[in-house]
């Protein structure tokens, strides 16, 4: 299994910019690229705490444990 971020979909549904959650959340655009586009190996959590509070969010709602087929 692997654990992956929905801030791509949320920021796509809500058509808001990651510079846009940069500046609500504080946290610097590379640290938002990284989330975005999982190329993260590991997040603090402030990173988490603040991203959810920008977008009002709550955690269970940014991740998703992926399961590996290939594994099954």
Not at 30 to 58: F, P
Request: some cysteine.
């Amino acid at each position: 299994m692997e654990l992956k971020t929905k801030l791509s979909r949320i920021l796509g549904d809500r058509r808001i910019t990651q510079t846009e959650l940069a500046g609500k959340s504080g946290l610097t655009k590379q640290t938002i690229s990284a989330v975005y586009n999982d190329k993260w190996k590991q997040i603090s959590r402030e990173t988490i705490e603040n991203i959810c509070a920008a977008l009002d969010i709550e955690i269970s709602d940014m991740f998703e444990l992926v399961r590996d087929d290939k594994a099954a």
